[in-house]
């Protein structure tokens, strides 16, 4: 089990944990607590399961109980073993196992089926004939009953005999389906005697060709955590209609003991789209590189971003789960990624947008070296030597030619301090062909090299970074915002296409940026804070003799400043 506090010596953090930890002290439910995450191979997860995950992962945890990764294989058209291989390694990653116990509903289709048969049997479902369009128009609306279908009054026998024939492949797809007998005036329209199974001949990853009829989510859901012994079913709130329905099944089953439905709000981001179909069509139009792609909300696209798990659970927490559904803002998770992040991540120079700096009082062949922290927040970690040399290279952020007032970085007779190193001079600005500015000339003074004072007292107000350029490598550094301008991206006008929400500008690409020789070795999957310009982390393409970084988060958050500047 994780290292979490015991619900005996923490209360309970939000009213699903106080639900749990009342029903044990109460004796309504024994242990272990069960839980499940039930998702759809039928794409890839985002950050809204990730909330899910953390809740059913995590109370299972602090109960000493146990969560399910459960797979809803129960529409083998849109589901694939691509998804379930992602999901399974998705879910690791967030939760940390490395070994998750992994069930289907497929595994449970014969007891469903039987299930059904007794149903069929007690006169509580029947085969229908009508197709789809007939049976959504007479369905009824909220405010007037349905119709029931000329075939609702079949006899258990006949439906017996129907419904065979639709597991043997005997009906066409669309032909029949069975449904539900409850009532057709009520008030929930998901009890108006809702569809059981429907006729698909699509093969099925797990079961191939064996079966010819599907069940539907409200059948299957109930039917597999009571199957597994689930306790607590925790889902999101657009399921609280839904559990009326899961209740019935169960009560005419006469299942015992029953598990029970609890619904939380769900996961909202500003500038995010929480919807497989929406992230389905961003990828299959080709507007993203993929699932995977970092300014994707998927859980793979916030890994190859850089993003850790632990914020990402943190973040989850401290949004909180409760009965209101709410927008939370992407910044916030931004500065649960800088905490964790700022914690664990070691420092190292680079250099964006180099600017070649000569010093000119220095031989070719003189070689200083500058300790630094590896990381300020964990003093055991120790120092990083770098070499400096001759040439060097700064950021051209950090020098202006003709700078505003209150710009205290380089300029034209100006100093500052070289991280480790010592307070630089620009003496000299050497121009190109085309007058922009070649390299600087600059000189150190002696004095203050390692750490030492100017024997003058004088003070800088600047301390900029560097990169050896002899040693320097070079490596394509992308920088990611907002997928999306809007803050709601499908907040559009009728008939408009959502996705001229989309940044263009979302991904920067340098790629003549300046690392020093050790970071091309940096594995991917870990992280580094390129000191004063951000997080970042080697992407899926990086190589030793190719470096490619992605950057996961600045230090501060440059698009909060400057929408409040606008």
Same mark, same amino acid.
């Given at each position: 089990?994780?290292?979490?506090?015991?619900?005996?010596?923490?209360?309970?953090?939000?009213?699903?944990?106080?639900?749990?930890?009342?029903?044990?002290?109460?004796?309504?439910?024994?242990?272990?607590?069960?839980?499940?995450?039930?998702?759809?191979?039928?794409?890839?997860?985002?950050?809204?399961?990730?909330?899910?995950?953390?809740?059913?992962?995590?109370?299972?945890?602090?109960?000493?109980?146990?969560?399910?990764?459960?797979?809803?294989?129960?529409?083998?058209?849109?589901?694939?073993?691509?998804?379930?291989?992602?999901?399974?390694?998705?879910?690791?990653?967030? +939760?940390?196992?490395?070994?998750?116990?992994?069930?289907?509903?497929?595994?449970?289709?014969?007891?469903?089926?039987?299930?059904?048969?007794?149903?069929?049997?007690?006169?509580?479902?029947?085969?229908?004939?009508?197709?789809?369009?007939?049976?959504?128009?007479?369905?009824?609306?909220?405010?007037?009953?349905?119709?029931?279908?000329?075939?609702?009054?079949?006899?258990?026998?006949?439906?017996?005999?129907?419904?065979?024939?639709?597991?043997?492949?005997?009906?066409?797809?669309?032909?029949? @389906?069975?449904?539900?007998?409850?009532?057709?005036?009520?008030?929930?329209?998901?009890?108006?005697?809702?569809?059981?199974?429907?006729?698909?001949?699509?093969?099925?990853?797990?079961?191939?060709?064996?079966?010819? %009829?599907?069940?539907?989510?409200?059948?299957?859901?109930?039917?597999?955590?009571?199957?597994?012994?689930?306790?607590?079913?925790?889902?999101?709130?657009?399921?609280?209609?839904?559990?009326?329905?899961? =209740?019935?099944?169960?009560?005419?089953?006469?299942?015992?003991?029953?598990?029970?439905?609890?619904?939380?709000?769900?996961?909202?981001?500003?500038? +995010?789209?929480?919807? $497989?179909?929406?992230?389905?069509?961003?990828?299959?139009?080709?507007?993203?590189?993929?699932?995977?792609?970092?300014?994707?909300?998927?859980?793979?696209?916030?890994?190859?971003?850089?993003?850790?798990?632990?914020?990402?659970?943190?973040?989850?927490?401290?949004?909180?789960?409760? $009965?209101?559904?709410?927008?939370?803002?992407?910044?916030?998770?931004?500065?649960?990624?800088?905490?964790?992040?700022?914690?664990?991540?070691?420092?190292?120079?680079?250099?964006?947008?180099?600017?070649?700096?000569?010093?000119?009082?220095?031989?070719?062949?003189?070689?200083?070296?500058?300790? @630094?922290?590896?990381?300020?927040?964990?003093?055991?970690?120790?120092?990083?030597?770098?070499?400096?040399?001759?040439?060097?290279?700064?950021?051209?952020?950090?020098?202006?030619? =003709?700078?505003?007032?209150?710009?205290?970085?380089?300029?034209?007779?100006?100093? @500052?301090?070289?991280?480790?190193?010592?307070?630089?001079?620009?003496?000299?600005?050497?121009?190109?062909?085309?007058?922009?500015?070649?390299?600087?000339?600059?000189?150190?003074?002696?004095?203050?090299?390692?750490?030492?004072?100017?024997?003058?007292?004088?003070?800088?107000?600047?301390?900029?970074?560097? @990169? =050896?350029?002899?040693?320097?490598?070079?490596?394509?550094?992308?920088?990611?915002?907002?997928?999306?301008?809007?803050?709601?991206?499908?907040?559009?006008?009728?008939?408009?296409?959502?996705?001229?929400?989309?940044?263009?500008?979302?991904?920067?690409? %340098?790629?003549?940026?300046?690392?020093?020789?050790?970071?091309?070795?940096?594995?991917?999957?870990?992280?580094?804070?390129?000191?004063?310009?951000?997080?970042?982390?080697?992407?899926?393409?990086?190589?030793?003799?190719?470096?490619?970084?992605?950057?996961?988060?600045?230090?501060?958050?440059?698009?909060?400043?400057?929408?409040?500047?606008?």
């Amino acid at each position: 089990m994780a290292d979490h506090a015991h619900p005996a010596t923490e209360p309970p953090r939000d009213f699903i944990r106080q639900i749990v930890a009342d029903d044990l002290t109460q004796g309504r439910v024994q242990p272990p607590v069960v839980t499940r995450f039930p998702p759809e191979p039928n794409g890839y997860l985002h950050i809204g399961h990730a909330k899910a995950i953390a809740l059913d992962f995590g109370i299972a945890d602090e109960f000493d109980g146990l969560c399910r990764l459960r797979f809803d294989d129960t529409n083998p058209s849109k589901e694939d073993v691509e998804y379930v291989d992602a999901i399974i390694r998705d879910v690791q990653w967030l +939760t940390g196992r490395e070994h998750i116990e992994v069930r289907y509903a497929s595994d449970y289709f014969p007891q469903m089926y039987a299930w059904a048969e007794a149903l069929i049997s007690k006169g509580l479902a029947y085969v229908d004939d009508q197709d789809g369009e007939t049976i959504r128009r007479n369905r009824g609306t909220v405010t007037s009953p349905g119709v029931n279908s000329p075939w609702r009054d079949r006899s258990p026998e006949e439906n017996l005999e129907l419904f065979r024939s639709m597991r043997d492949g005997q009906c066409a797809p669309g032909s029949r @389906v069975l449904r539900a007998k409850i009532d057709m005036a009520h008030a929930n329209m998901l009890l108006r005697d809702p569809l059981m199974y429907r006729i698909q001949f699509d093969r099925h990853h797990r079961t191939g060709d064996t079966w010819k %009829i599907y069940p539907l989510y409200d059948w299957a859901h109930g039917l597999e955590d009571a199957i597994e012994g689930v306790t607590h079913s925790l889902c999101t709130l657009e399921f609280a209609t839904h559990r009326p329905l899961y =209740d019935w099944y169960l009560e005419q089953l006469e299942l015992d003991p029953r598990p029970h439905q609890y619904e939380f709000n769900r996961l909202n981001l500003s500038h +995010t789209v929480m919807s $497989k179909r929406k992230l389905m069509e961003l990828v299959q139009r080709g507007l993203v590189k993929g699932w995977d792609d970092p300014r994707m909300p998927t859980l793979c696209g916030l890994r190859r971003r850089g993003v850790p798990p632990a914020a990402i659970t943190t973040f989850c927490r401290e949004v909180g789960y409760t $009965k209101v559904d709410t927008t939370n803002e992407w910044a916030l998770l931004e500065y649960h990624i800088r905490q964790e992040l700022n914690r664990v991540a070691p420092r190292a120079m680079a250099v964006l947008r180099p600017l070649l700096v000569e010093i000119t009082h220095w031989d070719d062949d003189r070689k200083e070296s500058a300790h @630094v922290p590896i990381n300020p927040e964990d003093p055991d970690a120790g120092t990083r030597q770098l070499p400096a040399g001759r040439l060097l290279y700064i950021d051209q952020d950090d020098f202006m030619e =003709d700078p505003p007032k209150k710009f205290f970085r380089l300029r034209p007779g100006g100093e @500052v301090r070289l991280r480790g190193l010592g307070y630089l001079r620009c003496d000299e600005i050497v121009r190109d062909a085309n007058g922009g500015i070649e390299r600087l000339r600059c000189s150190i003074d002696e004095a203050t090299l390692h750490g030492g004072a100017p024997t003058d007292g004088r003070k800088v107000k600047a301390t900029i970074h560097w @990169v =050896d350029a002899a040693s320097a490598r070079n490596a394509e550094v992308r920088l990611y915002t907002h997928l999306f301008t809007a803050e709601n991206p499908l907040a559009v006008d009728e008939g408009e296409d959502w996705t001229t929400n989309i940044d263009v500008d979302s991904c920067t690409v %340098i790629t003549d940026a300046k690392i020093p020789a050790f970071l091309t070795e940096w594995p991917v999957g870990a992280h580094v804070q390129f000191e004063r310009l951000g997080y970042f982390c080697p992407d899926h393409d990086h190589r030793a003799d190719r470096p490619v970084f992605n950057r996961t988060a600045t230090l501060r958050d440059a698009w909060a400043k400057a929408k409040g500047a606008s």
